[in-house]
């Protein structure tokens, strides 16, 4: 990849995900679930996503599309292809989380994170969640969450760098042991 190339990749725009996108979307979660490291960062494997029908894609793309119980974003290159994603998943006060939590508040997770290799280190990470946080802000969200593999040292650094603190909490999950990391978005 030339120089020239490298600058077209790093400018980018962040927006929500379109209904219409799900093929694009779809794409690109194959595209992490392929990673060399998507053990230590999904609890989804490569062969469960292929073997999901189309409808599955478009409801999932849909739901993340509008309304308050989730929200994807992603990150679009001036070609218009989809440079990174990340989700944000809302549970209301005493329903369960995503990992079978309970808690008093409006509470949010953040998943399904990745960034095209070509695209990192290049500020689409933060925008990313940038967005993200400001969606949440938005809707009430106090404080987001998210679960970071013991072993993903990589990401573990950039969440720090996007301002996330590693809160001391260790979940248990199918891809072993996750440190809980969040980010208080009320004074970010």
């Given at each position: 990849m030339t120089v020239e190339e490298r600058?077209?990749?790093?400018?980018?725009?962040?927006?929500?995900?379109?209904p219409e996108e799900w093929r694009s979307l779809r794409e690109l979660r194959l595209e992490a679930l392929r990673d060399p490291i998507a053990h230590l960062a999904y609890l989804e494997t490569i062969e469960a996503a292929l073997e999901r029908p189309d409808s599955?894609?478009?409801d999932r793309t849909r739901t993340a599309a509008s309304g308050t119980a989730a929200g994807q974003f992603v990150a679009v290159d001036e070609r218009?292809?989809?440079?990174?994603?990340?989700?944000?998943?809302v549970t209301a006060p005493g329903e369960p989380d995503y990992i079978g939590e309970t808690g008093p508040q409006l509470r949010a997770a953040v998943v399904g994170v990745y960034v095209q290799p070509g695209h990192r280190?290049?500020?689409?990470?933060?925008?990313?969640?940038?967005?993200?946080?400001?969606?949440?802000?938005?809707?009430?969200?106090?404080q987001v969450r998210l679960h970071v593999n013991e072993q993903n040292l990589r990401a573990?650094?950039?969440?720090?760098?996007?301002?996330?603190v590693d809160t001391g909490v260790r979940v248990e999950m199918v891809d072993g042991?996750?440190?809980?990391?969040?980010?208080?978005?009320?004074?970010?």
């Open positions: 600058e077209v990749l790093r400018s980018f725009a962040v927006r929500r995900v379109r599955f894609w478009q218009g292809d989809l440079a990174g994603t990340a989700t944000a998943l280190g290049g500020g689409v990470l933060q925008a990313i969640l940038s967005e993200t946080e400001a969606w949440l802000r938005g809707i009430g969200v106090p573990q650094g950039a969440y720090r760098k996007c301002g996330y042991v996750n440190h809980e990391m969040v980010r208080d978005l009320r004074s970010a």
